[in-house]
């Protein structure tokens, strides 16, 4: 089955500067990668998501970069604020199976 | 829309006793699946379904058991609770493959 592994666990950024969390995963067929933000105590919602065919995504201050060579994918905030403190989890999906990395906390200090 | 809701939202039983996560959705999705969540681990596929009537097996299956008689709802059942089924629940829905949408969880503590 597919394996996917997130680094790093815990992130400390200073606010307004950048983060940038890194996923691999193992399915060559694996063909669509979102990223969660999860709130204490809140459900997982999906920020942004990318699928096979594209390299890049952007949505304001996130964006997702896709190599499927080298199997992994990354997710980018700019320009960090106190609300993106959170747990963000990247997923890669098969055929109706989502497959988590084990979540990176991200702290933005004021 | 409500969405997908989930109860109850808190549970606490004893080792051996037997109980169902309820889970309904009104966007009329295809795919259901429950996950659970422990700490450093992320979330891990226990059971999906791609319709009414069709469930399968995802990555941690042991001791619980699901059903989908109807396109709203996808309960998951356990059967005989153990302390390492401690843990936050979620359900989820999507209309196809991919986007999915969770629920607010059913935290579970079994004694």
């Known amino acids: 089955g597919e394996n996917v592994e997130q680094h790093p666990s815990t992130l400390s950024v200073q606010e307004g500067d950048s983060a940038v969390i890194k996923c691999t995963y193992s399915?060559?067929?694996?063909?669509?990668f979102p990223w969660y933000k999860q709130e204490l105590g809140k459900r997982p919602q999906l920020i942004i998501d990318?699928?096979?065919?594209?390299g890049e995504k952007k949505d304001q201050r996130i964006a997702v970069t896709l190599n499927k060579t080298a199997k992994h994918f990354s997710l980018h905030i700019t320009e960090t604020q106190p609300e993106d403190s959170a747990v963000y989890f990247c997923?890669?999906?098969?055929?109706?199976?989502?497959?988590f990395g084990a979540g990176t906390t991200v702290t933005v200090r004021a | 829309n409500a969405g997908v809701t989930q109860t109850p939202k808190f549970q606490v039983l004893k080792t051996g006793q037997s109980m169902t996560l309820q889970c309904a959705q009104d966007?009329?999705?295809?795919?259901m699946s429950w996950y659970r969540q422990d700490p450093g681990m992320g979330l891990r596929l226990i059971h999906y379904s791609v319709g009414a009537g069709i469930t399968d097996q995802g990555e941690v299956p042991n001791g619980y058991n699901v059903s989908r008689s109807t396109t709203e709802d996808f309960p998951l059942r356990l059967l005989s609770a153990a302390p390492s089924q401690t843990s936050v629940y979620f359900c989820?829905?999507?209309?196809?493959?991919?986007?999915?949408?969770f629920g607010p969880g059913t935290r579970l503590l079994v004694l």
């Open positions: 989820a829905s999507s209309p196809g493959e991919e986007t999915q949408y």
């Open positions: 966007m009329n999705h295809e795919y």
């Open positions: 399915d060559s067929a694996s063909n669509y």
């Open positions: 997923a890669a999906s098969g055929v109706y199976k989502l497959s």
């Open positions: 990318i699928r096979s065919n594209v």
